[in-house]
């Protein structure tokens, strides 16, 4: 209960709240975030009142405001969907049965990963690495790299690249690059098929 009063106050100070989390100092997160048991990458930013909890995000990821992300599941075979007659702790502090149900599965988010505002990406799915998710798009199922989607339920609309550019890029990993490496090479990042020639002549990639 202290925590759900934190948050409100933190809510009308404008400030975000974070609870178990592990962010990397170079990613940026905006006001009014709440992130719960969230882990995420170098140079990723999340946007203004975004609710994320049980994820790992990427490093270079562009997450728009008001993004919902993970959360909890409700079990739709039971009576009732409400966590009071589940194992563990709730909202009510008490438990009327103590039935299994796994409440939280773990968002996986690549890396270089886009997605547009209130989205929402449901608990357990999978995003590929240079994905671009659709404003107000819903994310029920995994995302594979580089496509893009958007709408309700988030369907397919097309992919960013040709397939051959999508696999060295996948191969290239450019995102686990150092600092150097990135500054040295970031004037080809305009164009990936400069950049995958460049890595094929000087081995880039190794």
């Not at 997605?115 to 608990?123: M, R």
Request: hydrophobic share 45%.
């Amino acid at each position: 209960m202290k925590t759900f009063f934190l948050a409100k106050l933190l809510k009308k100070l404008r400030l975000s709240s974070f609870r178990a989390c592990e962010i990397d100092c170079s990613a940026r997160i905006d006001s009014q975030c709440e992130l719960t048991r969230v882990k995420i990458g170098r140079f990723s930013y999340i946007c203004s009142s975004s609710h994320i909890t049980d994820a790992v995000i990427g490093s270079f990821c562009s997450c728009g405001g008001g993004v919902c992300i993970g959360g909890g599941l409700h079990p739709l075979e039971m009576v009732s969907t409400s966590p009071v007659f589940l194992k563990g702790k709730n909202i009510f502090h008490q438990n009327l049965a103590t039935f299994d149900f796994e409440g939280s599965k773990t968002v996986h988010i690549g890396n270089d990963v886009w997605i547009g505002n209130a989205a929402y990406i449901k608990s357990g799915v999978t995003i590929g690495d240079g994905a671009v998710i659709g404003t107000h798009a819903v994310v029920t199922h995994d995302v594979p790299p580089y496509a893009i989607v958007a709408g309700v339920p988030a369907a397919l609309l097309r992919y960013r690249f040709p397939t051959e550019v999508i696999v060295g890029l996948l191969a290239l990993k450019w995102w686990d690059w150092p600092m150097e490496k990135l500054k040295r090479y970031a004037n080809l990042f305009q164009n990936p098929v400069e950049l995958l020639a460049a890595a094929s002549q000087e081995g880039l990639s190794e």
